[in-house]
């Protein structure tokens, strides 16, 4: 018989069986993704306050299609993006807290930000395709992982 052969005959089935994860390993990399869900959400928020700065100072700066945007025009949309863009900065840095609160304010904050940016594709549509991206993707790692959020930074 092949040492290859025997290797698999002599060892399958028998041996001590293999040890359980360690908790704090998996507890760490569940904390790990609201820790990046919170960088996200803060650096999601800053491009979207600075969308709706540039929509209320330089209103030459996005190109509207004949259609124009949905509902409001270019200076409420500045003004929503603006209030919405800090709020999710606030809502960011708290997850970093561990605090229940931050986890549903995120997700309610990140899914208004997706929509929000939808409305917002026909003046800036790259743009506005990355940020809803982050959204979901912010709001997958609070969902999936924000249960598990006890923090312990050292």
């Keep these: ?9 002599t060892t399958a089935g028998t041996g001590p069986p293999p040890s359980p994860p360690d908790p704090a390993v998996a507890r760490s990399r569940r904390s790990g993704w609201i820790w990046f869900a919170g ?18 100072f330089d209103q030459t700066y996005y ?3 004949p259609s124009g945007l949905l509902v409001f025009d270019l200076g409420a949309w500045g003004w929503i993006h603006l209030i919405v863009g800090a709020l999710a900065v606030v809502a960011g840095s708290a997850l970093f807290t561990g605090a229940p609160w931050a986890r549903i304010v995120t997700v309610v904050l990140a899914g208004f930000n997706a929509l929000g940016q939808l409305v ?5 549509p790259i743009w506005g395709v990355v940020v809803i991206a ?21």
């Design 1 to 9: 018989m092949s040492e290859r052969a025997h290797h698999w005959s």
């Design 63 to 65: 190109l509207l299609g």
């Design 39 to 56: 960088s996200i959400t803060i650096m999601a928020g800053l491009f979207t306050a600075v969308e709706g700065l540039v929509a209320l």
């Design 120 to 124: 917002f594709l026909s003046a800036y």
């Design 134 to 154: 982050l959204d979901v993707l912010v709001i997958w790692a609070v969902l999936v992982h924000g249960d598990e959020a006890t923090y312990e930074i050292w």
